[in-house]
């Protein structure tokens, strides 16, 4: 399949049409594809991958193969997503999290959609003018999505290597009251840093949250890849949902879906979380935005949303990409790349190319450099999210985010080739 080119890259003229550009990941696959990789994906190591790997894990579950289509799947689902579905995600976060507690969430808290994405471009259409916040680094498709609605204003707040990514909850207060923000958008654990906020820390948040009236707008796509846990059996699972004390009134959205923490990435299925008032906007959003989510797709989504299934799964993923973890942390502190801190979650190390000899001492010069011996990683300017490129001073430009979505043997040969690219310029 063919990517498809912007204005600029035809150089047409068409009237009206302004250039949209390319999210990082989708550049740089771009540029990969122009050199081979959608043809030899099989010689390529691709470490900038923003999934995980999709094929059996040793203990957990059995991968779904097939599917049924029985002639009722083939019409529209509506637009929040179907029922049962809508009430199996409510149940699910009710075991997980919520167990106990007096407020609890139903079909009515949750609205279905076509991906993580159309998830958090339903929510920013739904917004009113405010002043949103938003973490530097963070998620590469934050940038176009806080850039493209006029609405709101998206107000940047810095964390960096001194603080290990994290902010203190002072800080936060200050920001929340001192910047006026009535939104905060996050991921957690954070893409790329792979920092986490959990526990108290997280309850306060929530805490701070419901006192300033400040919504939180939670990615928790990453959310089941958690290191920080005791026993590694544990399947350690973590969500602002646990620490909410009336789902229909306190202002956190939570935003989940298939892609990562049940490793079906091409199903297209995510979940929004919330009040009902609020959920009810989002889905409004999604008739005119993308339309709502796969029919089939829901229908098989429902089983995967066991509890014991989701334990199981979790449990899995957590002993592999643990061991995949301290592998590539490994390797890339004896090739010289700097690690500010260990990711406490996802599959990303954000590395710091500083040490090693020019040009590869630049993110976007090394993935050049490393498209040449077919490895693929994602230059760590690209998550300096800077919507509508108010700021001209672009910031990590010596940073690189490495992926430990793929496989072993694949972490494998890409850290070799980056071995041998390293070996080369020095």
Same mark, same amino acid.
């Given at each position: 399949?063919?990517?498809?080119?912007?204005?600029? =890259?035809?150089?047409?003229?068409?009237?009206?049409?302004?250039?949209?550009?390319?999210?990082?990941?989708?550049?740089?696959?771009?540029?990969?594809?122009?050199?081979?990789?959608?043809?030899?994906?099989?010689?390529?190591?691709?470490?900038?991958?923003?999934?995980?790997? *999709?094929?059996?894990?040793? %203990? @957990?579950?059995?991968?779904?193969?097939?599917?049924?289509?029985?002639?009722?799947?083939?019409?529209?689902?509506?637009?929040? %997503?179907?029922?049962?579905?809508?009430?199996? &995600?409510?149940? /699910?976060?009710?075991?997980?999290?919520?167990?106990?507690?007096?407020?609890? #969430?139903?079909?009515?808290?949750?609205?279905?959609?076509?991906?993580?994405? !159309?998830?958090?471009?339903?929510?920013?259409?739904?917004?009113?003018?405010?002043?949103?916040?938003? /973490?530097?680094?963070?998620?590469?498709?934050?940038?176009? +999505?806080?850039?493209?609605?006029?609405?709101?204003?998206?107000?940047?707040?810095? &964390?960096? !290597?001194?603080?290990?990514?994290?902010?203190?909850?002072?800080?936060?207060?200050?920001?929340?009251?001192?910047?006026?923000?009535?939104? +905060?958008? *996050?991921?957690?654990?954070?893409?790329?840093?792979?920092?986490?906020?959990?526990?108290?820390? +997280?309850?306060?948040?929530?805490?701070?949250?419901?006192? *300033?009236?400040?919504?939180?707008?939670?990615?928790?796509?990453?959310?089941?890849? &958690?290191?920080? $846990? @005791?026993?590694?059996?544990?399947?350690?699972?973590?969500? @602002?949902?646990?620490?909410?004390?009336?789902? =229909?009134?306190?202002?956190?959205?939570?935003?989940?879906? +298939?892609?990562?923490?049940?490793?079906?990435?091409?199903?297209?299925?995510?979940?929004?979380?919330?009040?009902? =008032?609020?959920?009810?906007?989002?889905?409004?959003?999604?008739?005119?935005?993308?339309? %709502? !989510?796969?029919?089939? /797709?829901?229908?098989?989504?429902?089983?995967?949303?066991?509890?014991?299934?989701?334990?199981?799964?979790?449990?899995?993923?957590?002993?592999?990409?643990?061991?995949?973890?301290?592998?590539?942390?490994?390797?890339?502190?004896?090739?010289?790349?700097?690690?500010?801190?260990?990711?406490?979650?996802?599959? #990303?190390?954000?590395?710091?190319?500083?040490?090693?000899?020019?040009?590869?001492?630049?993110?976007?010069?090394?993935?050049?450099? $490393?498209?040449?011996?077919?490895?693929?990683?994602?230059?760590?300017?690209?998550?300096?999210?800077?919507? $509508?490129?108010?700021?001209?001073?672009?910031?990590?430009?010596?940073?690189?985010?490495?992926?430990?979505?793929?496989?072993?043997?694949?972490?494998?040969?890409?850290?070799?080739?980056? @071995?041998?690219?390293?070996?080369?310029?020095?």
């Amino acid at each position: 399949m063919t990517t498809p080119l912007t204005l600029r =890259d035809t150089g047409a003229d068409v009237p009206g049409f302004r250039t949209v550009p390319r999210t990082g990941v989708i550049y740089v696959m771009h540029r990969a594809e122009e050199l081979g990789f959608a043809l030899h994906r099989e010689q390529w190591s691709n470490l900038g991958q923003g999934a995980p790997e *999709c094929g059996p894990l040793p %203990g @957990a579950p059995p991968r779904r193969e097939q599917i049924l289509l029985p002639p009722s799947h083939h019409e529209y689902a509506p637009i929040g %997503g179907i029922r049962s579905l809508r009430e199996r &995600v409510a149940e /699910f976060y009710n075991a997980i999290y919520r167990r106990g507690k007096r407020s609890q #969430y139903t079909a009515e808290n949750v609205s279905i959609a076509p991906g993580g994405r !159309a998830a958090m471009t339903r929510l920013a259409a739904a917004l009113g003018e405010i002043n949103m916040g938003h /973490f530097i680094p963070d998620y590469t498709a934050y940038e176009e +999505l806080l850039g493209s609605f006029k609405g709101f204003v998206p107000i940047p707040i810095l &964390v960096g !290597a001194r603080s290990d990514y994290r902010i203190s909850i002072d800080e936060l207060r200050r920001e929340l009251v001192g910047r006026g923000l009535s939104a +905060l958008l *996050c991921s957690n654990p954070c893409n790329p840093t792979g920092q986490l906020v959990e526990g108290p820390d +997280l309850e306060q948040w929530v805490d701070l949250a419901r006192e *300033c009236r400040s919504t939180l707008i939670l990615d928790e796509f990453y959310s089941h890849y &958690v290191y920080t $846990g @005791a026993d590694p059996a544990d399947a350690k699972m973590v969500s @602002a949902a646990e620490y909410i004390e009336d789902v =229909d009134r306190d202002p956190i959205l939570i935003v989940d879906g +298939l892609t990562k923490n049940w490793r079906y990435p091409g199903w297209r299925i995510s979940w929004t979380l919330g009040p009902r =008032d609020v959920i009810a906007q989002a889905t409004s959003a999604g008739s005119y935005l993308d339309g %709502g !989510a796969n029919h089939p /797709f829901q229908r098989e989504a429902l089983a995967l949303l066991d509890p014991d299934f989701a334990r199981r799964e979790t449990r899995a993923i957590q002993t592999e990409f643990r061991a995949k973890r301290e592998y590539m942390l490994g390797r890339l502190r004896d090739l010289d790349v700097e690690i500010d801190v260990e990711p406490q979650g996802a599959f #990303y190390v954000w590395g710091n190319l500083r040490r090693l000899p020019p040009p590869l001492d630049d993110g976007m010069r090394f993935l050049e450099a $490393g498209l040449e011996e077919k490895v693929i990683t994602v230059p760590g300017t690209f998550f300096d999210v800077n919507p $509508g490129k108010r700021r001209a001073h672009s910031r990590y430009q010596s940073y690189s985010r490495f992926s430990f979505g793929p496989s072993l043997p694949e972490l494998e040969r890409g850290l070799d080739a980056i @071995a041998r690219l390293i070996a080369r310029h020095r």
